[in-house]
């Protein structure tokens, strides 16, 4: 599976960003697609997962209420909308794929920063 993420930039805190990670090589059917941060410093945490069959949605804490995970079937895309942006949301927001019957993400897609400002 190859993974190609977009959609980073600048905003100011309360602003909105769209990333969007489209995806090819493989069937995504029977994957979980997930999005993680790495803020400088800091150790690359967990963001949002989407189960690509089914949509069943996982956040963490933080995003949850904030952001959206969401897939879309015909461009084999999977999108992160980031609502009410804070400065703390600042960091490199990398895509990722696992098997449904894995436990590690596998496949990952270069970083796209967001920075927010305050």
């Known amino acids: 599976v190859q993974l190609q993420a977009s959609g980073g930039g600048l905003v100011q805190a309360g602003g909105s960003l769209r990333l969007s990670c489209a995806a090819s090589?493989?069937?995504?059917?029977?994957?979980?697609m997930g999005w993680f941060r790495q803020a400088p410093g800091k150790e690359r945490e967990f963001v949002a997962s989407?189960?690509?069959?089914?949509?069943?949605?996982d956040y963490e804490d933080s995003a949850k209420g904030r952001f959206t995970i969401s897939r879309d079937h015909a461009k084999n895309t999977v999108y992160l909308q980031m609502n009410s942006l804070k400065p703390e949301d600042t960091a490199v927001y990398y895509c990722?794929?696992?098997?449904?019957?894995?436990?590690?993400?596998?496949?990952w897609g270069q970083g796209t920063q967001v920075t927010v400002s305050s």
């Open positions: 090589g493989r069937t995504l059917s029977s994957y979980v």
């Open positions: 990722a794929a696992r098997g449904i019957t894995s436990s590690a993400y596998n496949y």
């Open positions: 989407i189960r690509w069959s089914g949509a069943t949605t």
